[in-house]
């Protein structure tokens, strides 16, 4: 093999300069950043996330409830003989309770995809189920006074009930991702006001080396795509204090509603924060002729 085949050439098999070389560098690093930053591209990779993430959080649920299965089964058994009617009965208890929470957690992982709330009903069940599988777990323990039961079995029920309180806001957190990486993608399209280059006359060139044809030519400067405004807190509050109107009772997910883009902790806080606002005591105005009284001064 000659060295000339490992000279890096164009199309023309002419050696390439190290401008050149940068330049198509350039080139792909282009390329690749700008296909990095597409909105499908940014999608697939969070849905791996996602993926991974409901697994093993699905995988934590399983192992806790399958831990509390032997003590739900004891304290529903309450000392009945091994294989009577007690003794089966009672291990029909904690699966019942933990495919009830299955179900409310499995549309729970549907629903936050696409940022919708499940109501009251679903976080209740989900609570008493949480609640009953607790106390029937920690009964014998707290009962005898035995510290050491009581944190062992304290701790599968509480990590479940941590961990399904916990995913649809983590999936809820992918999909504002998504959605923002939607709003800022690169589309790599040239700015519309970019100069166009002129076409070099011919006195131009006079005396100055042609250059070659398949020279990369240099990018015009792209316009950074201008990020969201972010909405604050206060602006939120503004917006449901503005849709609010007597009668209307002041929730999350009412505030959800008024601002589909709020996320779910900034909607607790906007409701309770209109709450306290609604709440208080309207002053009336005291005329500037009339003096004020020391009781209007203490409302004021």
């Not at 993430?53 to 409830?65: R, S, T, Y």
């Not at 009830?100 to 009251?120: F, N, P, S």
């Not at 400067?221 to 201008?226: L, M, S, V």
């Not at 008024?258 to 606002?277: H, Y």
């Amino acid at each position: 093999m000659s060295t000339e085949t490992l000279i890096p050439q164009d199309a023309q098999h002419q050696p390439l300069t190290e401008a050149d070389k940068l330049a198509q560098d350039a080139a792909t690093a282009a390329q690749v950043r700008r296909l990095a930053n597409h909105p499908d591209v940014v999608a697939l990779r969070v849905e791996k996330v996602r993926t991974q993430i409901d697994a093993v959080i699905w995988l934590g649920i399983f192992l806790g409830l399958a831990f509390t299965m032997v003590n739900v089964q004891s304290f529903a058994a309450a000392g009945a003989a091994t294989w009577s009617l007690g003794w089966l009965a009672g291990w029909l208890l904690d699966p019942m309770v933990s495919l009830v929470l299955v179900a409310v957690l499995r549309a729970e992982q549907v629903t936050a995809r696409y940022q919708v709330d499940t109501g009251r009903w679903a976080h209740r069940t989900k609570w008493f189920a949480f609640l009953a599988t607790y106390v029937m777990n920690t009964w014998k323990s707290w009962t005898h006074f035995d510290v050491a039961g009581v944190v062992l079995h304290s701790v599968p029920p509480v990590l479940v009930f941590l961990a399904a309180e916990t995913a649809p806001v983590l999936r809820d957190k992918l999909t504002e991702a998504v959605m923002a990486a939607a709003g800022t993608a690169f589309t790599g399209q040239p700015a519309a006001d970019a100069p166009a280059a002129e076409p070099a006359s011919a006195e131009d060139n006079v005396g100055e080396t042609p250059a070659p044809a398949t020279r990369p030519r240099r990018r015009p400067a792209r316009k950074p795509a201008a990020k969201p405004t972010r909405k604050l807190r206060g602006d939120y509050l503004a917006d449901a204090r503005a849709a609010w109107a007597p009668g209307i009772e002041i929730t999350p997910a009412w505030v959800r509603s008024v601002c589909p883009e709020i996320s779910r902790g900034t909607s607790k806080n906007v409701a309770d924060d209109l709450t306290a606002e609604t709440a208080r005591p309207a002053v009336a105005p005291v005329p500037a002729d009339q003096p004020v009284t020391a009781d209007q001064e203490e409302a004021a």
